[in-house]
């Protein structure tokens, strides 16, 4: 059973930082495609950036190349997204997924485990 919790959303004024954690328990985390998504109410949720698992290839959605970093820490079972340079269209709830795919998928769909969430709200 594959187990995923977040921490470290918060609320920031444009232009600052903010680093997202995803601790994962459970089977295969080191094999596991990761992702994070993001979500705003009466929005779909959104493809934010996804990580393979041996080979760490990244991906990530147009809107936040360049400014958000999707990283993996093999040795404790946990996932990052660093969050630069932060605009208040970045303001949402932040999910971290997994998937058995062998490769990074685009649609939430196609992740079987997700985290609860953690809210981002990006002020002026």
């Known amino acids: 059973q594959v187990r995923l919790v977040e921490s470290g959303g918060g609320l920031v004024q444009a232009g600052n930082s903010l680093r997202l954690s995803c601790a994962a328990s459970?089977?295969?985390?080191?094999?596991?495609?990761m992702a994070w998504f993001r979500q705003v109410p009466g929005q779909e949720r959104e493809f934010v950036a996804g990580?393979?698992?041996?080979?760490?290839?990244?991906f990530y959605h147009r809107s936040v190349e360049g400014r958000f970093t999707i990283s993996r820490d093999h040795a404790i079972d946990t996932l990052y997204l660093q969050m630069n340079g932060l605009t208040p269209e970045d303001t949402a709830v932040y999910f971290c997924a997994s998937s058995s795919s062998t490769v990074v998928r685009l649609v939430a769909a196609q992740y079987s485990h997700w985290g609860q969430g953690t809210q981002v709200t990006v002020s002026l």
């Open positions: 459970g089977p295969a985390f080191n094999y596991r495609i």
């Open positions: 990580i393979g698992g041996i080979d760490e290839y990244t």
